[in-house]
Structures are given as C-alpha cells and as structure tokens.
C-alpha cells in the first residue's frame, strides 16, 4: 500500500498559513508529499519553509495561478488537480496549508487505509473538522460550519478536486474548466474515520486575517471588485466576542507547538460573551437563523446539523 500526501500553495508564509505544520504532521504516514507551489511574490518564504523540512519524500511542482479563467474560487480546485495529477499512492491524503492533524490519529488512518485497500466500494475518507476561531482555545460548533469532509481519496482519474477545493467529486470526461458544474458529477462513497482535522484558517492576527480575506474573496470576484468592497472596510478583522465560542479542551498536535508559541494579538481579542463592536460584519454563526438551529442541534440533536449539505455519500 502506498499513499500519497499533496497540497497547495501561494504566499502561505505572507497569509499566517502553518504549511510546514501541516505537511509535517502527515509526513510519517506518506511515501511521498507533492505541493503544487504556485508562483510566489518576491517577500514571500513558502518555499523555503517547505525545503527546511528537508525530506526527499516531498516534490515541488511550480505552477501559474490563473483566477480570471478560472473564477469563482475555482483556481484552488484546478491547482488541487494538478497537485493530484503528479501523486502515485492508492490513496491520496489531500492536506489544506491550514489544516494539521494530531498525531495521536495517525495509527487510525493508516489502518483505515489498510483495511479498505482491496475494497473498491470504499472511494475515500471523511475527517471530523475543528475550526478554530481568534486563537487557540476557541473553536466554532455553530451551524453553517462543516462538520466533516472528504480528505483521503483514491487515485482514481475520474476524481477530481470540486467547486472551490473543500471537497471532490467523481467527474467522467471532465472538460479540465468547469469546477463548479453539478450534472454528470458524482458524490464520492466514503467511510469515516475516527481523527480531527485540525483548522487553523480563522486563526491570525487581526491584520492579516483581513488581508487574507480580501486575497481569497479576489479569487471568487476578481481584484477590482475586491478593492472597492474592501476600501470601505476596517483594516484589522473583527472576530467578535470569542466568549460565545467553545472552548477547546484537548491538545494541539505536537508540530504545533512553536507556531502556537507565536500568539501575541490576544489584547485585540474580545473575550467576553459581548458584542462590543455593534458596527461590525456579521459572521455567519452570529445570524439570527444559524443562532436558533445551533440551539436545536447542540440541545437536542447531539451535534447532528439540520439540513446540512454533505458532498459525500457515507458508508455504514
């Protein structure tokens, strides 16, 4: 058995991203890790980060990112492609640059991996999700925030990387173009396993949380858009009262522990349960419908969501 660990990449290091972390914390379980590196600017470290690991299992495949042609969010996705198209595993272990898995769930996987090798019905594997929030106590449970998704996949040439790179989904004769397309597209069958993907993507300073954002809404509208959207908007992000938030009660993945060491923006946090910024955009978790069905789910549905869109057809 063989799998394969890939990811993408671009100005990781200039948007707070743990790549290193997050290529370190699965690399005891792959035989090789590829990273699509697109093309960088000039201030950016990313690549340096990833050859300090020093690993001949990892390959560096250079790309150009191209969000005009492909809009909507769906470069991520055609980079993803490319990241999969150079990976020669069984299995093929898709790792976001924000995502870190403990180490302590390594073992399952790779018997999960094991286990399932010779059984074509079983097409990939989902991962319970952890979205941090503001720092790393904090996390969201709220409804709206995805619970599970597909990050190990067979390598099978009819799955491809789907919408904007969250999920994938089994697409025949896929014209290489439309990421977002729904007909003749199928949803992956998958098994789930017992470990945590660990999500620091709404974990950075207040600056460049904000800088990011507007980088990644670039990707879906284009840059003018973007420019005017954001020329009103405050420079530093607002997470709100991370009071509200769950606290985290568990460990951080070993890997993370240096990075961990780096929070310093805790006086820009709010952590009581009030809104202390009555002007400030509205997260998804704090609308008024959202607030009423996380009610519900966490008190009396165990966690389970209502109505929630799920890109993968689970195996009992």
């Given at each position: ?225 973007v420019n005017q959207i954001y020329e009103n908007k405050p420079t ?81």
């Amino acid at each position: 058995m063989k799998i394969s660990g890939f990811t993408i990449a671009k100005n990781t290091s200039k948007l707070y991203y743990p790549i290193k972390q997050s290529i370190l914390s699965i690399l005891p379980i792959v035989d090789e890790f590829v990273v699509a590196l697109g093309d960088c600017d000039l201030d950016d470290t990313t690549e340096r980060e990833i050859l300090s690991i020093n690993s001949e299992k990892i390959k560096i495949v250079r790309t150009i990112w191209d969000s005009e042609k492909f809009s909507g969010g769906t470069e991520a996705a055609r980079q993803t492609d490319i990241a999969k198209s150079h990976c020669t595993g069984d299995w093929l272990f898709y790792i976001q640059a924000d995502e870190v898995i403990h180490e302590k769930d390594l073992p399952a996987i790779q018997k999960a991996c094991s286990d399932y090798l010779n059984n074509t019905e079983v097409e990939g594997f989902i991962f319970q999700y952890l979205h941090f929030w503001g720092d790393y106590n904090h996390h969201q449970i709220a409804h709206g925030w995805y619970k599970n998704e597909i990050r190990i996949i067979r390598n099978l040439p009819e799955i491809h990387s789907w919408r904007d790179a969250q999920s994938f989904r089994k697409i025949p004769n896929f014209d290489g173009i439309n990421y977002r397309q729904t007909e003749n597209t199928f949803k992956l069958r998958v098994k789930k396993i017992p470990a945590n993907v660990f999500h620091y993507g709404w974990v950075r300073p207040p600056r460049l949380m904000q800088n990011k954002n507007k980088i990644f809404n670039a990707l879906y509208i284009g840059k003018k858009k973007v420019n005017q959207i954001y020329e009103n908007k405050p420079t530093t992000y607002d997470y709100g009262p991370l009071g509200r938030a769950k606290i985290f009660e568990g460990t951080h993945p070993k890997v993370m522990e240096e990075w961990i060491l780096k929070f310093d923006w805790s006086e820009d946090l709010n952590y009581t349960k009030k809104d202390l910024n009555q002007n400030r955009e509205k997260h998804k978790h704090d609308r008024i419908r959202n607030k009423i069905l996380t009610f519900f789910e966490q008190n009396f549905l165990k966690g389970k969501e209502i109505g929630g869109f799920k890109n993968y057809i689970e195996l009992r």
